[in-house]
């Protein structure tokens, strides 16, 4: 048995669950810090489910989680990719028709 045996797992822990999954997939090095980040994550996630279905108010536990989120987001940036159009203007190529 885990610990989540018998326990209502939410929507918003259900999609915490999987960008922990994804985060530590892409990055499997350890970072104690991201990890700190992500648990918070889960308990604020487990919490504001909680809220929801109990009608309670989530606005303080949701802007903390949103400011982890966009914690773990400044640590690990997603790379943008150029495809070749822009790429050759920015290279200065030239097109002629």
């Known amino acids: 048995m885990d610990d ?3 326990r209502i797992i939410g929507p918003q822990e259900q999609t915490t669950r999987q960008i922990v999954d994804d985060l530590k997939a892409k990055h499997p090095e350890p970072d104690p810090i991201r990890d700190g980040l ?3 994550m889960l308990s604020l996630a487990a919490n504001i ?5 109990t009608g309670k108010e989530i606005s ?3 802007g903390q989680y949103i400011d982890a989120l966009w914690k ?3 640590m690990y ?4 990719v150029a495809d070749d159009d822009v790429e050759a203007v920015w290279s200065g190529a ?4």
Request: glycine share 4%; proline share 4%.
């Open 72 to 74: 773990i987001r400044d």
């Open 77 to 80: 940036p997603t790379e943008t």
């Open 94 to 97: 030239t097109y002629e028709d």
């Open 4 to 6: 989540d045996t018998g």
């Open 38 to 40: 992500c648990q918070s």
């Open 60 to 62: 303080r536990n949701m």
């Open 49 to 53: 489910d909680a809220q929801n279905r």
